[in-house]
């Protein structure tokens, strides 16, 4: 029923007020919500600008920084300046996205987004500039749900019937629109999501994630090289590695400077921050998401504690708010710690409501608690590497770290070599110097 609905005339998207300023003149200004002539010639406005865009240098720029822009991840940016507009309208973009739809309410701060939208635009408010203004809306909308995993990206939309009932119509198989008022940046939109999408949609596989945890360019360089689609960093690894202490937020240098390396390999990169490392959330968040970095992993324990859920909550939605389009995966450490095991679940569905993209529960081992976990949660459960992965699969996990266990086989390595060297005992075969070299290069 749908799909004919969208391509019937007399159905008709619901018309909005002429108006002269703010996101309602934008709103009477743009292809999305007319219909006749004015839609006619609107679209054609929008196509013609989305012609003059490549969608590999759009992809490029949100992404590797060969395109348009300076590659610092965020996708919005990225089509603003192929817009022709400076990258840092994202905000402003975001804020009118709130408030565009007809049916929610304009803010001041969405009618003063639009003035600045205009005037980095040239300062004319005609159908030109409000088509460059509608389609970064559009995309901050769409490209955000991409991101989330959400599909289709827009879950429904709304047509007058010729009775003047309202119609709300589904687009479940149709994730963007069809008929005359199909979204003409589909390609664009896909192409701006592509990175960050990509590491979402990695939970969403036929199998689960297998996540190696590295803990210096070299081991992830290595883990890049042997075909993992994805790296992780360690926090015991990386605060060995550099003689501190894990779980103190003690490395938050040593873990942002990491990060800035690993993003050059290709694959995606998520961050283990601890419990934020002693940052602000919302200020470690844009930081890391400047680096380009696709995810992160977030603690409530608290060395021998765990944190108030509540507190939790908070700390996650502010992380979320500095960088919405990153993969937030909240670790719930009550069976690492042996505290408050029933919590788990309660405490998983509230960093869900918080805008975590993922639960990591390291230390459940029970097939039952697992299933429990899945069944409860909507969002892909995290566990420690810890038997068959098949048997894991089949429960419902995701998502299968090694957390540290990397790390420490390499210590072993290390020291059973040494001690075959010392002993006169045949030593295991390793990797060349050259293949070692080579990591440098990637």
């Known amino acids: 029923m749908a799909r004919p609905v969208l391509s019937d005339p007399d159905y008709r998207v619901p018309g909005v007020p002429a108006a002269t300023s703010g996101v309602a003149w934008l709103r009477a200004s743009v292809a999305r919500f007319c219909e006749g002539p004015d839609h006619i010639r609107r679209r054609a406005l929008a196509v013609e600008q989305l012609a003059a865009l490549s969608p590999a240098q759009l992809r490029a720029g949100a992404v590797h920084g060969d395109g348009y ?10 089509l603003a300046q192929a817009l022709g507009l400076p990258r840092h309208v994202a905000p402003d973009v975001a804020a009118v996205a709130r408030s565009y739809q007809p049916h929610t309410e304009i803010t001041d701060a969405a009618d003063q987004a639009v003035d600045r939208l205009i005037a980095a635009c040239g300062g004319s408010a005609d159908e030109a500039t409000a088509s460059r203004i509608g389609l970064l809306v559009q995309a901050c909308q769409a490209v955000t749900a991409l991101i989330s995993g959400t599909n289709p990206p827009v879950p429904s939309t709304r047509r007058v019937a010729p009775s003047g009932e309202m119609v709300e119509v589904d687009l479940v198989g149709m994730p963007f629109g ?3 008022h199909a979204c003409p940046g589909r390609t664009h939109a896909l192409a701006l999501a592509s990175r960050q999408l990509h590491f979402h949609r990695l939970h969403h596989g036929d199998t689960p994630l297998i996540l190696p945890n590295a803990w210096d360019f070299a081991s992830a360089a290595a883990l890049a090289e042997a075909g993992f689609p994805a790296i992780g960093t360690t926090s015991l690894g990386v605060a060995a590695a550099n003689g501190l202490p894990d779980a103190a937020g003690a490395t938050l240098k040593e873990t942002l400077e990491l990060a800035a390396k690993l993003v050059r390999l290709g694959v995606p990169i998520t961050v283990d ?6 940052a602000d959330p919302s200020e470690l968040a844009a930081h890391l998401w400047e680096l380009r970095v696709a995810g992160v992993n977030i603690e409530d324990g608290r060395g021998d504690h765990l944190a108030d859920p509540l507190v939790q909550a908070d700390l996650l939605r502010a992380f979320k708010d500095g960088a919405p389009a990153m993969f937030l995966n909240a670790r719930i450490d009550t069976h690492w710690l042996g ?4 919590s788990a679940i309660d ?13 990591f529960v390291p230390g459940l081992v029970d097939d039952r608690e697992i299933a429990d976990v899945v069944a409860a949660v909507a969002l892909p459960l995290n566990v420690l590497a810890q038997d068959d992965v ?3 699969a089949n429960l419902g996990v995701r998502r299968i770290s090694t957390g540290s266990l990397l790390f420490r086989a390499a210590l072993d390595a290390a020291v059973t070599t040494a001690r075959a060297v010392r002993d006169g005992t045949p030593v295991q075969q390793v990797a060349s110097y050259e293949s070692v070299q080579a990591l440098a290069n990637r």
């Open 339 to 342: 505290l408050e095991k029933s």
């Open 273 to 278: 921050i601890e419990a934020g490392l002693g």
């Open 347 to 359: 405490r998983a569905l509230r960093y869900a409501d918080a805008g975590a993209d993922g639960v």
């Open 178 to 180: 069809s008929g005359r």
């Open 69 to 78: 822009g300076d590659g610092d991840g965020d996708p919005i940016e990225a």
């Open 390 to 392: 098949q048997r894991l």
